[in-house]
């Protein structure tokens, strides 16, 4: 936390941008770097967001033939894409959020909605949620998709390894059968090693059980450094 909190002051402090880059989230009272602001600016953040993609960003920018959005957009779409998510996922149990100090959108799946226990096949009634979220996806086709999967910490270090790894890919499989470009989507499976909650209880294990996709914009800057093979 101390480390995110000295990096969001030094971005404040070091931005081309004017002091109104920096906001005060109403929740925590903290400062922050505003979406919209990141998105007017020289672009450098969002190429360093972009070289920690599986399998990096700029080979599937070109591949997926992103145009990217203009930089001053990025805010104002992100805000809209992350509030129709949350409408159309609404009890669901999905969990919609931005992340990355903002420029990047989390959608997270729990097990319980998504998969039986052990099981990477995904839940027939859970299907029509993932479907909304893979129309979100191709009404807004500028950004890339990493799929991750996690498990608790329950059985063995490489059991939990392939059912992380088979939930992802299970998701990002049908995604792209709901026609989101499969260029744009990559998935990985973290096993149990990315808790976000204490595995000594059935509710933070049930926490953990979990796949996220992440969705991150791609804008035009990032598309220019891409084809220039930056």
């Known amino acids: 936390m101390k480390k ?6 030094s971005l404040c402090a070091v931005s081309l941008l004017s002091l ?11 400062r922050k770097v505003s979406r919209t602001a990141i998105g007017g600016g020289v672009g450098a953040l969002g190429g360093l967001l972009l070289g920690g993609l599986i399998g990096g960003g700029t080979g599937r920018i070109i591949g997926a033939g992103i145009g990217g ?6 805010g104002y779409t992100m805000d809209k894409q992350i509030k129709q998510l949350r409408e159309q996922t609404a009890g669901s149990g999905v969990d ?29 009634q859970f299907r029509a949620t993932l479907d909304t979220v893979a129309e979100s996806l191709k009404q ?18 490489a ?20 026609g989101v470009a499969p260029a744009r989507i990559r998935s990985q499976g973290m096993g149990e090693t990315m808790p976000v909650a204490d595995n000594a209880s059935d509710e933070g294990r049930r926490k953990n059980r979990r796949v996220e996709i ?6 035009t800057d990032d598309v220019a450094r891409a084809r220039s093979g930056q």
């Open 20 to 30: 109104s880059a920096c906001v005060t989230d109403p929740n925590t009272g903290e």
């Open 4 to 9: 995110s909190r000295v990096f969001v002051s």
């Open 214 to 219: 992440k969705i991150v914009p791609v804008t």
């Open 159 to 178: 059991y939990n390894q392939t059912l992380s790894e088979n939930r992802a890919r299970t998701v990002a499989n049908y995604l792209s059968m709901q």
């Open 69 to 74: 959005i203009a930089g001053a957009a990025v």
């Open 96 to 124: 919609v959020s931005a992340v990355d100090n903002g420029q990047a959108i989390l959608v997270n799946l729990p097990e319980g909605v998504t998969f039986d226990v052990g099981s990477y096949s995904l839940k027939p």
């Open 140 to 157: 807004y086709p500028d950004s890339l998709i990493d799929v991750y999967g996690h498990t608790d910490s329950t059985g063995s270090d």
